[in-house]
Nanobody, 122 residues
Framework: VQLQASGGGLAQPGGSLRLSCAAS????????MAWYRQAPGNERELVAT???????TYADFVKGRFTISSDIAKNTVSLQMNSLKPEDTALYYC?????????????????WGKGTQVTVSS
């Protein structure tokens, strides 16, 4: 199983970016997907989560500005980021709690994608 994130880049304050993350491999189901971020010198922090039942939660610092969505059929999760601030600058990671199969073995595991850089600067 692999997670591939894309969509990072440079945005001006007040601007928007959309991140996407696609999970691939021998996936049976995905229970939860999430976005985290890590700025230089800081610990990784949770940004937003979404369940297979489409219930989403957000960190206070992004509420009203970011929207997480998922396409269960395509095993993808997106993060629409609006009204970006310089403090949103960070490496953004997607995470998925996956039920998968390897041969005849069924297992559950959390996977992380490689980060995608978001820089907010004028």
């Amino acid at each position: 199983v692999q997670l591939q994130a894309s969509g990072g880049g440079l945005a001006q304050p007040g601007g928007s970016l959309r991140l996407s993350c696609a999970a691939s491999g021998s996936i049976l189901s995905i229970n939860n997907m999430a976005w985290y971020r890590q700025a230089p010198g800081n610990e990784r922090e949770l940004v937003a989560t979404i369940t297979s039942g489409d219930i989403s939660t957000y960190a206070d610092f992004v509420k009203g500005r970011f929207t997480i969505s998922s396409d269960i059929a395509k095993n993808t999760v997106s993060l629409q980021m609006n009204s970006l601030k310089p403090e949103d600058t960070a490496l953004y990671y997607c995470k998925a709690d996956v039920q998968a199969v390897a041969g005849d073995i069924l297992y559950e595991r959390t996977y992380w994608g490689k980060g995608t850089q978001v820089t907010v600067s004028s």
